[in-house]
């Protein structure tokens, strides 16, 4: 850095912590949890998860939160985003809700609260119960509804002890996941099956939030998106013309209704151009109109840059949103090798500050950010992890949202991906995010430098730049 160092404070209160969901982290514990769609996967196809480790022990929250809890504290947390697992809670998706289930997390958000952090819950995180996804997973109203049941029975019985709700982690990952490039279940390459999937989780999100008013809580409710902000190539009209469509399909097509009760116009145009719209009668319409979130979570990882195709459309394919855009590797761009994803740390305050004048500058957070290395025990020195490239990725990050406050927009929070290291999605435990090392032989944890950063950072609100 060639500047003189400064102070950069944050406004009182900003919420420091991280996130992970129930999937990831709890592994199967002794509720009767039900399958979800992680078991289906894993008994298709095993050989795809890195090292062939599933989500059957994870990394045991299930048996350690009241320790963990105490190493949330250690690493300066005063919130945590976790997920409530519907197939625990009903192990067929629907039916009998499992008490145990209910006393598990009650126990967990009780001592949360006890030792002042903050309980961020969030009802859905890729993880379908195996009964609901066997029904049609997204694609049924069965199972939107069920859904909406289970949302239910959480606003009753934790609604006590959760700070702010979310309806979805990402809604956008089991669409490309599970209906466009294959590394979800079911694993379909169909974007009009897509797109129905894509609305019916709207369309859950806001009969969730219509619900959640019913209950008249004091907390707040929103959505966890994962968004892009998108860079055409050049300046070209064509270019900017990719980049357009690309930001509609990726950020809008969930940033619109869950905001503005609305899908864009040139969306639909578009999808109803193609014959790709989904089915949805005037009620769902009105349903998502009516019932907007209260707050906004950012996960944000990497840009997406595009450019104009150059490679014609055969018009006998089927159709997909790339007929529009190609995807743009930047030359000279910097990017973390062990995952692939650009590194560009002011795209962060160009997601903040598109929110603030598009999206009414709606009360939001950093909902995930965070830098997953392979093989960390590489960085290990007398026993920790000296993680001072995630440090220099935090602070890369947080310079940009301080900037972005001080802008005027209204970010109240960073949550870090992730707090200890955790299981993913295919990828296992190759790629290690935490501020704290899982040793996942012993169970072992042992905080890394960057959670010793996290805990200074967080007491002092704020870290000199
Ligand atoms: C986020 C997801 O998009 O990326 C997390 O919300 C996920 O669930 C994280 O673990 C990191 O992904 P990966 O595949 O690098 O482990």
């Known amino acids: 850095m060639h500047h003189d160092k400064k102070f950069l404070k944050f406004p009182e209160g900003f919420w420091w912590g991280s ?76 039916g009998d809700v499992s008490q145990e289930a209910i006393a598990f997390y009650r126990d967990m958000l009780n001592q ?70 294959d590394f979800h279940y079911p694993n379909v390459v169909d974007f009009k099956r897509g797109v129905q999937v894509a609305f019916n989780t ?19 409710i929103g959505i966890i998106l994962n968004l892009s902000p998108t860079y055409p190539r050049s300046e070209n009209g064509f270019d ?15 940033l619109d209704p869950s905001v503005k009760g609305t899908f864009p116009q040139k969306l639909t145009d578009t999808l109803k151009q193609y014959g790709h719209l989904p089915t949805y009668t005037p009620e769902d319409l009105a349903v998502i109109r009516d019932n907007t979130v209260q707050i906004l979570g950012l996960n944000y990882y990497e840009p997406r840059r595009v450019k104009a195709r150059t490679a014609a459309v055969d018009p006998q394919s089927p159709f997909m949103p790339e007929w529009f855009f190609e995807s ?43 830098m997953g290395v392979a093989d960390e025990e590489r960085f290990m020195q007398n026993g920790q992890v000296q993680d001072i490239y995630r440090i220099g990725y935090i602070k890369n990050h947080l310079a940009y949202v301080h900037q972005a406050i001080g802008e005027g927009c ?11 290291d955790c299981w993913s999605w295919i990828n296992a435990y190759k790629n290690r995010y935490g501020l704290v090392a899982l040793d996942l032989n012993s169970q072992q944890r042992t905080v890394k430098l960057s959670g010793e950063f996290y805990k200074k950072l967080s007491d002092e609100n704020g870290f000199e730049f």
């Open 112 to 181: 949360m609260n006890a030792n002042g952090i903050k309980p961020f819950a969030n009802l859905f995180h890729f993880d379908m119960p195996e009964r609901m996804m066997q029904k049609g997973g997204w694609e049924s109203r069965e199972v939107v509804d069920a859904y909406v049941r289970f949302a239910d029975t959480c606003f009753a019985a934790f609604g006590d002890l959760v700070f702010h709700w979310f309806t979805f982690n990402e809604p956008l990952g089991p669409v490309l996941g599970g209906y466009m490039e």
């Open 240 to 254: 900017k013309q990719a980049a357009e469509y690309a930001d509609l399909f990726y950020n809008r097509s969930f």
């Open 328 to 370: 743009y590797v930047m030359p000279g761009r910097r990017f973390n090798p062990h995952r692939g994803w650009e590194i560009y740390e002011k795209g962060i305050y160009d997601l903040c500050i598109d929110i603030r004048d598009n999206y009414g500058n709606i009360d939001a957070f950093i909902s995930e950010n965070g």
């Open 410 to 420: 209204n970010i109240n929070g960073y949550h870090l991906w992730t707090f200890i």
């Open 19 to 94: 996130a992970w969901s129930a999937e990831q982290a709890e592994g199967k514990g002794n509720t009767g949890k039900g399958r979800t769609q992680w078991d289906m996967s894993w008994d298709k196809e095993p050989n795809r998860f890195y090292r062939g480790v599933n989500t059957e022990t994870a990394t045991d929250f299930f048996h350690r939160y009241p320790q963990d809890i105490q190493l949330m504290k250690e690493t300066g947390h005063n919130s945590f985003r976790l997920s409530i697992s519907w197939a625990r809670l009903f192990p067929e998706g629907d």
């Open 202 to 220: 709207v369309l859950a999100s806001a009969k969730a939030i219509e619900v959640f008013k019913r209950h008249g809580l004091g907390s707040k």
